[in-house]
């Protein structure tokens, strides 16, 4: 937190003691601190430059504490304005990087990205731009391995919602089960698809970034407010309604002939993964896997697994409409 308000944590250290004392001397603080004076020092004069201490214009050694309830607040008002002024700085340089970097009408609906660290910095830029909503498409190949990052971690542990699609090729990477698990356990709402034409980071609706396939290397569009971004969004809510719900994370209601671990097993079994990496998201052996599904099947009274799935989903459809008043 001291960095935030551009404290080190020496000086900190220091002024959460004066805060105790209320007030204090360089050299009693050093000795109650087990500190070197002249450091000390320079602490209190960093607090006192920062408003949050007074030095005693009859004795400029002795330093008191301002209350904290109105030197901090007024700090972080500093800090407030500091942070408002980079942002215009950082729209005015845009701006000007957009003029510089224009040749036709798409320049300011696109801008290219190239490199592995110059995408992954993108992308973690944008994850913490989002203040709504995240959405995905997710396929591979991936260059780290199937984890999530750390801004997408971070942003699902601050209650960001997120909404990912995968393609069934994901869910059979190494450790996909384990990643997954750690996603929901965060919220994140995980549906699958038997495939995902393209990958997609959509944040807020606002901002897209799409792969882009070239000769030199890696590169991703940035895609800004336009109809390609209106058709990015059409495209991801249409794959969302189509896509089955992971491990039961859907809303729609259980049917009453299966339980909540039968309908878990036809919903990722609908969404085409082969009895071993369902055995491996499930976390059970293949061959209960294999019994369960006979079983399920019989419950349903359907021929093939296809089948039970889409007779699941009919039944779903057909509860839901009941329930609605």
């Known amino acids: 937190m001291h960095e935030v308000l551009g404290l080190t944590a020496r000086q900190t250290q220091v002024y959460e003691h004066l805060v105790e004392r209320q007030i204090g001397h360089p050299h009693q603080v050093a000795e109650e601190l087990a500190l070197e004076p002249d450091a000390v020092l320079e602490a ?25 309830d109105l030197s901090l607040e007024a700090l972080i008002r500093r800090k407030e304005g500091e942070l408002q002024r980079m942002r215009l700085y950082t729209e005015g340089l ?49 260059l780290n ?23 069934k090729e994901a869910l059979e990477q190494e450790g996909a089960a384990e990643t997954l698990r750690t996603l929901g356990a965060v919220g994140e709402q995980t549906r699958i698809l038997p495939e995902v ?41 249409t794959l969302w309604e189509k896509a089955v719900p992971y491990g039961g994370t859907g809303s729609e209601p259980l049917p009453a002939q299966l339980n909540e671990d039968e309908r878990q097993l036809v919903q990722i079994l609908a969404a085409g993964l082969k009895d071993e990496t369902a055995a491996r998201h499930l976390g059970l052996g293949v061959r209960t896997v294999r019994r369960r599904i006979a079983a399920v099947m019989e419950q349903l009274d359907a021929t093939t697994r296809f089948q039970a799935g889409y007779l699941l989903g009919l039944r779903a459809a057909a509860t839901a409409q009941q329930d609605t008043p």
């Open 44 to 68: 209190m004069q960093r607090l006192d430059d920062l408003g949050l201490v007074a030095q005693d214009p009859q004795d400029s050694s002795l330093f008191s504490v301002i209350p904290p």
């Open 94 to 142: 845009t701006d000007r990087y957009r003029m510089a970097a224009r040749r036709d009408q798409s320049d300011e609906i696109v801008d290219v990205i190239r490199g592995s660290r110059e995408i992954g910095t993108c992308v973690d830029q944008l994850v913490c731009q989002a203040r709504n909503q995240l959405e995905v498409l997710s396929r591979p190949p991936y």
């Open 145 to 167: 391995g199937f984890s999530p990052g750390r801004e997408e971690l971070k942003a699902l542990e601050g209650g960001l919602p997120t909404r990912v699609i995968y393609a």
């Open 197 to 237: 034409p393209v990958k997609l980071l959509m944040a807020d609706r606002r901002l897209a970034l799409v792969p882009l396939a070239t000769e030199e290397g890696a590169a991703v569009v940035v895609v800004r407010p336009s109809g390609l971004l209106d058709a990015l969004v059409v495209l991801f809510d």
